[in-house]
């Protein structure tokens, strides 16, 4: 339905137990929609598998302006790989990965800075970030 669908400009699933699998769902289906400006996930488990399913959504959709992984356990390796598919993407502007367990996974998150032009907001609080994360 999220494929087709022409209406819908927010989604908000925060707070159920969609995990990994339900992520790569999800994904696929916004991968061709055009009308989701806004797409939330929070708290829902996807861990660092989960966000690697957004890898060819962020390199293919430029329509989401607002992406919240909010507190997903995705950690170091998840965010390496959504930074995968942030390098290419040309819609985000707002990016929450909050409360990820990332610590030095923010190296990658500097590299996307450098190439990224369209990320205006990111919000990377209640991490584990140390000095040398900081410092990317």
């Known amino acids: 339905a999220l494929k087709v669908n022409k209406t819908l400009r927010s989604l908000d699933l925060s ?4 995990g ?10 916004l991968r061709g ?15 660092a598998e989960g966000a690697k399913s957004f890898i ?16 997903n356990d995705i950690g170091d390796e998840g965010l390496l790989e959504l930074s995968k598919g942030l390098k290419e993407n040309r819609g985000v502007t707002l990016l929450n990965l909050e409360l990820n367990k990332i610590k030095e996974g923010a190296n ?14 990111l919000l990377i ?9 900081a410092q990317a």
Request: net charge negative; with cysteine.
């Open 108 to 121: 990658a998150i500097s590299e996307v800075l450098f190439v990224n032009t369209s990320l205006k907001t």
């Open 15 to 18: 707070g159920n137990k969609i």
């Open 125 to 133: 609080g209640y991490n584990d970030i140390d000095n040398e994360g």
């Open 33 to 47: 929609n055009t009308t989701v400006t806004s797409f939330s996930l929070c708290d829902n488990g996807i861990g």
């Open 20 to 29: 990994a699998e339900g992520a790569k769902a999800l994904a696929i289906a």
């Open 56 to 71: 060819e959504l962020l390199k293919w959709n430029t329509t989401i302006k607002e992406l919240i992984l909010r507190d």
